[in-house]
């Protein structure tokens, strides 16, 4: 069992940068692979990034060289530093944890980030 919190989200304008942190507790957290989704009413979650345990990091094209996810595995938290952000990134950021060992997916309750143009 894993339990994840969100924080760090607000609001900001455009050009400007956001960092979400996600704490996890309840489990071996090098066990995890983190990733980062974000959800707008009546869309489905996009993902956002993951990172793996050892710190391979993938994104997709509407971030990549925009958002960078890290891990503090001492801490056991994973971060989303959001840079040059813009209104379409608005929406309800979340927190995963994928354990590699039992293979189920754990969510956090997630944070809002709102972009004003």
């Known amino acids: 069992q894993v339990q994840l919190v969100e924080s760090g989200g607000g609001l900001v304008q455009a050009g400007g940068s956001l960092r979400l942190s996600c704490l996890a507790s309840g489990s071996a957290f090098t066990l995890n692979t983190m990733a980062w989704y974000r959800q707008t009413p009546g869309n489905q979650r996009e993902w956002v990034a993951t990172i793996t345990g050892g710190g391979s990091a993938h994104y997709p094209d509407s971030v990549k060289d925009r958002f960078t996810i890290s891990r503090d595995n001492a801490k056991n938290t994973v971060y989303l530093q959001m840079n040059s952000l813009k209104p379409e990134d608005t929406a309800v950021y979340y927190c995963?944890?994928?354990?590699?060992?039992?293979?189920?997916?754990?969510w956090g309750q997630g944070t809002q980030v709102t972009v004003s143009s």
């Open positions: 995963k944890a994928h354990n590699v060992i039992s293979l189920r997916d754990y």
